[in-house]
């Protein structure tokens, strides 16, 4: 609407400005034409000379701007996102004005400009994610191929003529081919989950529990990992009971993940305290003194394809754990915030909704 009307408003004014410069003409005229040659009536002739400049003169001026949009918008299209040369210096970044006549389309240009910074960053998103999608396949394929190597490897021995295993040894090959090919099914069901979760094509069973001994539990599964018998874990609470709805599997899926990422990457004698708050929400912090995590990996945490190790770290995964572990407590209305600095540790708060809740 504002366009329009700088357009309509500078048409008359110039329309103002021919008839007075046309008027001046036809005065000047009636001065030097001789009076042999006044019965010859040039006043039209000469109008419609000054009109036809007049309005090529116009339209070139009006049409100079337009020409360069439409050349943009061909630009854009072709998938071209810089801002041409021309528009760039037409506007003037102290006032934050175009140039005249670039001032009579300033709402489009200026929009198409948005609109063409907004391309520029999700171009830069979309490769980005690429090059993450393409690092994650390369950390899948080395992760599946990782466990296929000693399942192979020790079916082999177990399957080789010449020599004799003692059952002992027997029994040792089969619980690493038995623990390598569960580990292969992880991966596989965290690929399933993470699909089925894009999709929303999981099915919730929501199921009111006490929270506070549903998470006592987790962290007590948790505590009795082998590989956290170097780790002290602690458990607090002013609440014996609240009460909410969840599903029971999946949600015990995203504490268990949480659980176990901050033992498996943080150094042996690491302290994780969890506790529970419960005022309009119920709050379950898991918080650790371990080494913590720097501004990049705390950023891409929930990005899934984004893996904070090298593919050649000890700790095996598939980079979906903690995107999933987002969309699990997402799906159950919750929200999930992480805060972690480097040598001082980590802190996870998840808040969901209360139902039914009673201190």
Not at 5 to 30: D, K, N, P, Q, Y
């Amino acid at each position: 609407m504002k366009m329009s009307f700088r357009i309509a408003l500078h048409f008359v004014l110039s329309l103002l400005l021919m008839l007075f410069l046309l008027g001046l003409s036809m005065m000047f005229i009636e001065e030097i034409v001789p009076e042999s040659n006044k019965n010859f009536n040039q006043a039209p002739l000469f109008g419609i000379i000054v009109f036809v400049v007049f309005a090529i003169s116009y339209g070139w001026y009006l049409g100079r701007p337009l020409r360069h949009l439409i050349s943009w918008i061909r630009q854009l299209a072709e998938g071209d996102y810089s801002v041409p040369d021309k528009i760039q210096r037409s506007y003037q970044p102290h006032n934050h004005q175009m140039k005249k006549p670039y001032q009579l389309y300033q709402d489009v240009l200026l929009n198409v400009w948005t609109l063409t910074n907004t391309l520029q960053e999700n171009e830069l998103k979309k490769q980005q994610l690429d090059e993450l999608k393409k690092e994650w396949i390369a950390g899948i394929s080395h992760d599946l191929k990782t466990p296929l190597t000693y399942i192979n490897g020790y079916s082999t021995m177990l399957l080789s003529p010449h020599y004799q295993w003692t059952e002992e040894e027997k029994e040792q090959f089969l619980k690493e081919i038995h623990a390598k090919s569960i580990h292969l099914q992880e991966l596989i069901q965290d690929l399933n989950l993470s699909l089925q979760l894009d999709e929303n094509k999981i099915p919730l069973n929501l199921k009111k529990v006490n929270i506070i001994e549903f998470v006592r539990r987790v962290v007590a599964d948790a505590a009795n990992d082998p590989r956290a018998k170097d780790d002290q874990i602690e458990f607090y609470t002013y609440h014996e009971r609240a009460e909410t709805e969840i599903d029971e599997k999946l949600f015990k899926r995203a504490l268990q993940n949480l659980m176990m990422n901050a033992i498996i990457h943080n150094p042996p004698g690491t302290t994780i305290q969890v506790s529970i708050r419960v005022s309009s929400q119920v709050q379950i912090v898991i918080q650790d003194n371990g080494k913590g995590m720097d501004k990049e990996t705390v950023d891409n945490l929930f990005v899934k394809y984004y893996r904070g190790t090298p593919t050649d770290a000890p700790a095996e995964g598939t980079g979906l754990g903690m995107s999933i572990v987002k969309q699990l407590i997402s799906v159950h209305k919750g929200t999930i915030d992480v805060h972690s600095q480097l040598n001082k540790g980590t802190t996870v708060t998840i808040s969901l909704p209360r139902h039914l809740a009673s201190a």
